[in-house]
Structures are given as C-alpha cells and as structure tokens.
C-alpha cells in the first residue's frame, strides 16, 4: 500500500438478530387438546368423587387448593402447552392411563382422583414461564386431593383424640385444674368434655398438611424439604388442638364460659388454627435461613463434591449466581450429536405439531368424556341435598319403640333404655337407641348393650370404635347361623361380623354387629384378616358397590372370660333373629306409597309381641 492510496475505512456490521421461533396458536397446538383430552376425561367421576369429599369435615378445603394450583400455574406460566418430553411427565402419564382404565372397569371415582392428579402433575412438569423451567412443583398441593386410602383416614382420627386428651390432660394438671380422663372424655368437676372428632383438630391437621404443601409451592422450596413441611404441620396442628381443648377446660373453671359450643367454638378453633399456621410459616423463614447456596460457585470448584451436593440441595431457583452464570457462557457447547434423550423426544415430538392430529387429540377427548361419562352413570352417590355431614346422612330410618327389643333378649335382663336424637349425645353419634342388659349364660355372667345407630352414609365398621375404648382387637370373621344359611340363597340374607376383643384384664369383649339398608336388605360386611389385609379387602369388597344410607345394629357382650363355643353360637341365633325382626320392620315401614303408618306400626306390634 502506497501513500498515496485512500484509506480504508473500518467495515460495520449489524449484528443480526436470532429468529424467534414460531409457535402454533395455543388453541390450535396439539399439545394442548393432549392435556385436555386427559384432564376432561376425568371430569364426570371426579364430580361423584368431590361431592363424597365435600360430606367429610376435614377434606373441605379441596376447593381452595385447586384455585390456589390454577391461579399459580397462571400467573408462573407462559401459558403455553407442551408436549411431555420429560421422563417423570410419561411416568406420571402412565400411571394416570392405569388408574384411569382401573377405575371406568372398577367404576371407583377415588382411582380417578388419582389418574386426575397424575395428569395435572405432568401437565404442570413440562409448563414453565419466565422464572421457572418447570412448575412441577405446584402439584404438590394436588396430591392432597386424594383421600387416605384403606380407612387410615379414620385410623388418624383416633390417634389424634388419644394424643389430644393425653397432652391435654398434662396441661391440665401443669395449670392445676382438676379433672379426670375416662378415654376420650376430660371429666372436669362441673362437666365432661367429650374428646370429639372436632375437638380433636381433625379438621385443622388436614387444613395445616395442605397450608404446608402449599407454602412450599408459593415459594418454591425443594421438593425433598416437603416431607420435613409436612411433619411440622402435624406437629403445630397437635399443638393447637391440645390448646384448644385445654382453653375450653381453662375457661369453665376459672371463668365460667362455655367454649366448647357455638360461636365461641368456631373463633377459638379458627383462632388456634390462625396460630399454628403463623409458626408454620416462621419454620419456613427459619428454613430458608439456614439453608441456602454457598457464596462461591460450585462450577468454579468441580472437584468438590460436597459443594455440589449441598447446593443441589438446597438452591431453589432464586438464587442468581452470576460468577456461575459467566462462568458457563464461556464453555464450549454440547455437541448435537450427544443430545439427552430429553431433548430427542422434544424434536420427535414437535413433529407432531399438525392440524389433522390436533383435530385426532379433540376427537379423542370427546370419546374420552363420553366413556367416563358413561362409567360414572353406573356409580351412585350420596348427594350434597341429601344433608350428608361426614359419615352421617341426616333423618332416621326406623323410629324403633322402647319395648322393641323385649322379644328377641332370650333370656337377657334388660335394664334400661337410652335415646338420642340429632347428634345431642356425641358418644352415642347421631341417632341411636340403647340397650343395656345383664345376664348369666352357663354360669357366667355377662354385661352389654344392644345398640341401633342411625343414618350412615355407608358401612362404618365399628371395631375402630371400640379399639378407640382401648379394647384390643383379637379376631373378626363373618359369620351365618344355620337358618340364615339355609335361606341365604332365596332371602338375599347376608353374613354378620363378629369381633373378639381382649384388653389388659382376662375380660373379653364380643361384638356382633350388621348393617341394614333403608329397603330392609343386609349388607354384606367387608373381609378383615387383618390390619393392612382388612383395608385392601375392604376396599376390593365396596368398588363395586353403591353407597346407601343404612343403620348399624350391634350387640355387646362383655365377659369376665372367653365366651365358649355353644354360648358364642347361642348369642349367634340371638343376634340373627333380632336383625331379621329389624329387617322385617323396616321393610314394612319402608316398602311403598301403599305402606303407610298403619303399616309401620302392625309391624312394630308384630316385633315387639
């Protein structure tokens, strides 16, 4: 170059812009008619399951955690579809296809829950926004939409009224408050506080385990921590539920109020549950506090195991780690060749996006909805209108008179008789009629109670309840006396359950009990062998069954000793012979527009002559 020649001038680039890519309109995405295709399928039987779940106190806050799942997955999200390209998306999806088809063959609206969860969490797995590369994390509060399988819901129940009147009674007796404790009931000088399902927090330990699913959602903690939530939820709630018996106690000694009814029960119920809640959320503050990212980023040491492990651990996703950020950007990239698999189903998938299948996926979800629209027809439920509270359907079945039981004692001295009407006694339940007797069989004497209790939603197997009197359950068959098997095959007769219980003493416990429906038929008693066996065949019994209000009778036999064989088979005849007089009754009381009163009361005149 001479010095004469013009200079050049330095060339200037436009540094060229990345394409966005383009996406097909979320209503026309294949992906999204995928989801709804699963989700609407689910749709007829969750309505028959919600409606049962609504009938249980301490599962009435589902409402609140599907609105809270909704409303964070659409303020979090891109609003956007995708298609499940991550392995726990097709896991979860697998496993929701078998629940599904489980429950349209087993007509169980419960195992649709399931199959409704497992979809919503695969949906959420692959959504992300413009701080979250997955909101998986918000079906975490979803899974508390399925109800404890196998009765441990009830089996919770007891538990919590035997650690509530424990640690209460120690409260007690550190503020010097004189009482006693039968069981469940806190005898107090002036009164009895009956340790109820209500008192016992049943209902604030399930609202405390879904506030603790769902701070952890709010503020996308690790999963692994939610476990730790949830046991510190149980915990605050016990707590609670003991301050708020012993508050109650408290008040009618030292104050003279009664707490334990009406408007001042509900605001010290709310307002315990306010202050386990407020330390809920300060164990989260105190989490986060001690656990979170080291200051040094670990892709700058990775020789250090222990720093990656622990900031696996703990880091969130909030934590913006800038040196590692910078650090990344200047390492080569992956090479297309060695994409995860993650990513090759990604690309195999989008190949997908088209027209003709998006049409297929909303052909599929109609055809989806019309079989489980079909499927839930076949189940029935027990309405909201029917006035169903948890276990209980509201109004008698049979309106049995005093004398009603005279005929069918066989010998059994009968003592007196209790009546309780709309749940004013809460030992005895909602409706129920007592009888209490004495007698000698062989020399032997025994004590019990004949008791008809009234209006059950469904089955409610009494061996908890009498478990939860600290009577130890020894054995429980079904049973049939010779008459009820010869007839079994034309009456429609069903086996009784018989319950042998033992407790600290040689005295054993004897419980017959059976079931009758509202048309004067038995229900057959679900299979117990034993405590985790007893659940799976109860269930297995009742999916195929339709849920009818009915009355519980029993028969109560307490014995110094064990009862022998041909005492056993005596009450056995006792027993059976007075449930087909019940049946009888009802039947005729129940049977049609043509039997009226009149009818009502000849078959009690029948019974009881």
């Known amino acids: 170059m001479t010095e004469d020649s013009p200079a050049i001038a330095p060339m200037k680039t436009k540094a060229k812009v990345p394409l966005a890519p383009v996406r097909t309109p979320v209503i026309l995405s294949v992906w999204t008619w995928f989801w709804v295709a699963l989700l609407a399928a689910c749709i007829p039987m ?11 106190d301490h599962y009435q806050y589902f409402p609140f955690a599907i609105g809270a799942v909704v409303w964070l997955a659409w303020s979090r999200s891109d609003r956007y579809f995708y298609a499940p390209s991550r392995i726990s998306s097709l896991l979860l999806i697998s496993v929701g296809v078998l629940a599904m088809i489980g429950s349209w063959s087993l007509r169980s609206p419960w195992m649709m829950s399931i199959a409704f969860v497992c979809y919503a969490a695969a949906s959420l797995g692959v959504m992300r926004g413009p701080d979250d590369k997955s909101l998986l994390i918000l079906a975490l509060p979803l899974l508390l939409l399925i109800r404890l399988p196998l009765g441990y819901d009830q089996l919770l129940v007891i538990q919590l009224q035997h650690l509530t009147t424990m640690m209460s009674s120690l409260l007690l007796d550190v503020l010097s408050i004189p009482h006693a404790v039968t069981r469940n009931v806190i005898e107090l000088p002036s009164r009895e506080l009956f340790v109820a399902e209500a008192c016992s927090g049943i209902q604030s330990v399930f609202t405390m385990a879904f506030l603790s699913t769902l701070i952890v959602a709010i503020n996308r903690r690790k999963l692994w921590l939610a476990p730790f939530y949830l046991i ?16 109650v106690a408290v008040a009618d000694q030292w104050m003279s109020l009664d707490l334990a009814s009406g408007w001042a029960h509900d605001i010290l119920g709310y307002t315990t549950l306010a202050i386990s809640a407020f330390f809920l959320w300060s164990f989260d503050g105190m989490i986060m506090t001690l656990m979170h990212v080291t200051g040094t980023t670990s892709d700058e040491h990775p020789d250090n195991p222990v720093l990656h492990l622990w900031n696996w651990f703990v880091d969130d996703g909030q934590n913006v780690d800038a040196v ?29 996006q088209a027209k003709p299948i998006a049409a297929a996926m909303a052909v599929l979800a109609v055809v989806l909805l019309s079989v489980s629209s079909t499927s839930a027809m076949k189940v029935s439920a ?28 066989n010998g059994f001295e009968l003592k007196n008789h209790q009546q309780a009407r709309d749940g004013d006694n809460p030992i005895l339940g ?10 000698i069989v062989k020399g032997v004497p025994v004590r019990g109670q004949i008791v008809l209790s009234q209006t059950y939603a469904e089955w409610h197997e009494l061996c908890l309840c009498y478990e939860n009197q600290n009577w130890r359950l020894l054995n429980r068959i079904l049973e049939l006396t010779d008459t009820t098997e010869s007839e079994d095959a034309d009456s429609g007769f069903q086996p009784f359950a018989y319950a042998l219980f033992g407790g600290d003493t040689d005295a054993r416990g004897h419980l017959w009990y059976s079931a009758i429906t509202p048309s004067g038929n038995f229900v057959s008693p679900p299979e117990r062998p034993g405590r985790l066996g007893s659940r799976l065949a109860d269930v297995a019994e009742r999916l195929d069954e339709s849920i009818e209000p009915m009355m519980m009778l029993q028969l109560w036999v307490v014995a110094p000793e064990k009862l022998d064989a041909s005492t056993i088979d ?22 049609g527009s043509a039997i009226g009163s009149d009818a009502q009361a000849e078959a009690n005149l029948e019974v009881s002559s």
Do not use: H
Not at 232 to 247: C, D, K, P, Y
């Open 570 to 591: 005596r009450i056995d005849e006792m027993f059976d012979g007075l449930r087909q007089k019940i049946a009888t009754a009802v039947k005729a009381a129940n049977g």
């Open 382 to 409: 027990v309405g909201v209108e029917e006035g169903a509270q948890g276990m209980f359907v509201d109004g008698l079945i049979f309106e049995p008179p005093i004398q009603f039981i005279a005929s069918g004692n």
């Open 232 to 247: 510190v939820a149980l915990i605050l709630a016990a707590g609670g539920n003991v301050l708020r018996v012993s508050m």
């Open 324 to 352: 590692g950020e910078y650090y990344r950007s200047n390492q080569a990239g992956s090479d297309p060749k060695e994409l995860g698999f993650q990513l090759q189903l990604a690309r195999l998938l989008g190949r997908l």
């Open 46 to 56: 969750l309505g028959i399951y919600f409606s049962r779940m609504w009938r249980l």
């Open 430 to 439: 909602q409706n129920a009629d007592v009888w209490t007797f004495e007698s």
